[in-house]
Every structure is written in C-alpha cells, then in structure tokens.
C-alpha cells in the first residue's frame, strides 16, 4: 500500500491511510481534498476499557469454502509443470493416465503418484497458519473483558452450506475461554457467502443492547454485498434518528487471497451516500500493527488525552492549536503545498504523520 498523491484525492472524497502508513500512536488517518485544502480526520489509538454499560459484543467467522486456507492445515502444491520425459515416464510407470474430456487432455495421477513426485521436490506440501484462530485468541478476549457488559462475547460461524447463509452460533466466550478456544471451521463449508445472516443475528439477538460493537472475520468474497450496502444505509439513517440503538461493525480480513475492495467500499459508504452515521470500519489482518487497531472505530471524540496541542505541517508552520485541551478525534486542515503534520505537545514530545507521497 502507499499513500496517496494530492492528485489521486478526488474533491470531497475521502480516503483511509492503511495503516501500516500510520504512525502507532494513532487509530485512522482519514485525508481528503476539498476547497483546495487537505481535509484530516485522525484518532489517537486508545486502548478499549470497561465501563461500557449496556454493550454487547460478537465474533462473525466466515466459513465460506474459500477461508479453509486462513483456518490452517496442510496444502500441496505443484512447483512447476512435467517435462515430456517425466510425463513419459510417470506413464510407463503407471502414475498418471492422460485421457480425453470435453475435447481437452486430461491427466489424473494413480496409485503412488503423489509419493514419486513429492520426492522428485515437483509436489511439495506446505503448512499454513491458522489466521482465524490467531485474530480470534487476541480479539475475542479484549471484547468480553474490556467492553462488553456481561464479560461474554458472543461467537458465530456463518456463510455455511450450499448457498453459504447458514450460521451456527457457537456460545458467549468469556476471555478465558476465547484465549484457549479451538476455531478449526465446519463440515459442511459454504458454497457462497452471504453476510446479512450473520448481521441480522446479532441485530436481532441484541436489539435491545444499549450499543453493539460486532467482528465480521472474511476474505471479503461477498455475495449479498448490494443487499448489505442497501441494509448499512438505512441502518446509519435509522441511528441517526434514534429508531435504533448504535452499533459498530468490523470487517477483518484474513487469508492468503483476501479481497479488500469490498471492505473499502462498505468503510466509505458515509463519503459515497452522505450518510450521517459511520457504520462499518475495516481491517487487515496481516497489515494490522496490532489487535488494537480493530477499535479504532471506538474513539470517543470528547475525551481529552492532552491539555493542549498544536498541529503544524511538515514546514514547521501552525496550522492548528487545541488550546482547550486535545481530543482523540482531531479535525483540521492543511494547505495542499505540504506532505503531512506534526502533532506537538506540551512537554515537548512530537509525532509526525505524512498523509499525501
């Protein structure tokens, strides 16, 4: 990922730094263009803590067919294709049979076919990780212990079966139990992967939660996403008038194929709808600094976390002063002739973040 170019910033359209581009002091950096001014939005990254009455949480794991990679297990893979003389070979041997299909040549290996080429280094086997697990072992436990109510999380497979809208709730994980918990998938994996399902159990399930704050783990492949863009539209409009209690939803993506461009576009829905409440937030698990970064969303705008600050651009000029106090959500502007902002304390400390290349 890199920054982008003050070129690339489309008038009034916002854009989220990845955070690997962000400075660890920080939760987003969110830049736009607009009236010939660079427009930021940045939070200070605080760590979730109790006191939050009324909150439930929850853990949505994709189950879909293409996450069993991100579960873990063992994978073979071929290193490069036969030679005529290997494939010559392996047929006099009786490995392999090449027969016609649909008007194409067709290999199958045979009997013993699988140990020949494993020792010839043509397969190999490969052992990846279980990502879902690890994002879950940190995640869910910060969730029942520092935010939600009750101290339990609720957890839940979905996009499971034929049409990948089957869920199976798993139980309300407290944080011991989520920090030894096996998440190893399902049977019966779905053949699509339909997110809605999974929402509206825990909308449903926590109607009446004073507010929500919910995980959704995927690799973004997302079938019903229209009718999801559809649903987060009214929900931020419905929030917005008090028709229903706020909540927090989180895409993380995981696996070795993850697909952001879903994620991005539900994250900009309030830029691209004019919505008035911000709904989604989404991640990347392997581009994540920390688990942390998940509850980036959570920053409360009114706390202060300094008695004052000062903003400057990269020339060292003052573009902003918080003269009553830093907040966690910061809001300024700043001209279009520098690359980013210093943050300055009061004793003395700075931190530097560039927001365009």
């Given at each position: 990922m890199s920054l982008p170019t003050l070129a690339e910033l489309s008038d009034g359209h916002n854009v989220q730094l990845d955070n690997s581009l962000v400075d660890k002091a920080l939760g987003e950096v969110n830049v736009c263009l607009k009236d010939s001014q660079i427009h930021v939005k940045a939070t200070i990254l605080l760590p979730p803590g109790r006191g939050n009455e009324g909150w439930q949480t929850g853990v949505a794991i994709d189950c879909s067919s293409s996450m069993k990679r991100s579960f873990g297990g063992s994978n073979m893979y071929f290193t490069?294709?036969?030679?005529?003389?290997?494939?010559?070979?392996?047929?006099?041997r009786g490995l392999i049979e090449i027969f016609e299909q649909d008007g194409q040549q067709v290999c199958r290996m045979l009997q013993g076919c699988h140990e020949h080429l494993l020792q010839q280094g043509i397969l190999q086997i490969s052992e990846d990780p279980n990502e879902v697990q690890d994002v879950c072992r940190t995640a869910i436990p910060i969730l029942a212990e520092k935010i939600d109510a009750d101290g339990g999380t609720s957890v839940l497979y979905w996009a499971m079966g034929e049409d990948g809208s089957g869920i199976r709730h798993l139980g309300d994980l407290t944080a011991e139990e989520a920090k030894t918990?096996?998440?190893?998938g399902v049977d019966d994996w779905g053949n699509g992967t339909k997110l809605m399902p999974a929402i509206n159990y825990f909308l449903t399930t926590f109607a009446d939660a004073a507010e929500g704050f919910y995980v959704f783990i995927t690799d973004g492949k997302i079938e019903d996403f229209e009718e999801v863009k559809s649903f987060t539209c009214q929900l931020a409009h419905?929030?917005?008038?008090?028709?229903?209690?706020?909540?927090?939803?989180?895409?993380?993506?995981?696996?070795?194929?993850?697909?952001?461009?879903?994620?991005?576009?539900?994250?900009?829905?309030?830029?691209?709808?004019?919505?008035?409440?911000?709904?989604?937030?989404?991640?990347?698990?392997?581009?994540?600094?920390?688990?942390?970064?998940?509850?980036?969303?959570?920053?409360?705008?009114?706390?202060?976390?300094?008695?004052?600050?000062?903003?400057?651009?990269?020339?060292?000029?003052?573009?902003?002063?918080?003269n009553d106090g830093l907040h966690c959500m910061m809001r300024f502007t700043l001209p279009t002739s520098t690359k980013g902002f210093v943050l300055v304390l009061p004793n003395g400390k700075t931190l530097r973040q560039q927001v365009i290349a």
């Open positions: 490069r294709a036969f030679t005529p003389e290997e494939t010559e070979d392996m047929l006099s918990a096996e998440y190893s419905d929030i917005h008038a008090k028709k229903v209690n706020p909540v927090h939803l989180v895409l993380v993506g995981v696996g070795p194929e993850v697909d952001p461009q879903q994620m991005a576009e539900l994250d900009d829905l309030p830029d691209s709808y004019d919505l008035p409440i911000d709904v989604w937030d989404h991640k990347i698990a392997k581009e994540m600094r920390g688990i942390n970064d998940i509850f980036a969303e959570l920053a409360d705008e009114n706390r202060i976390v300094a008695k004052s600050a000062d903003i400057q651009d990269f020339e060292g000029n003052t573009v902003t002063s918080f």
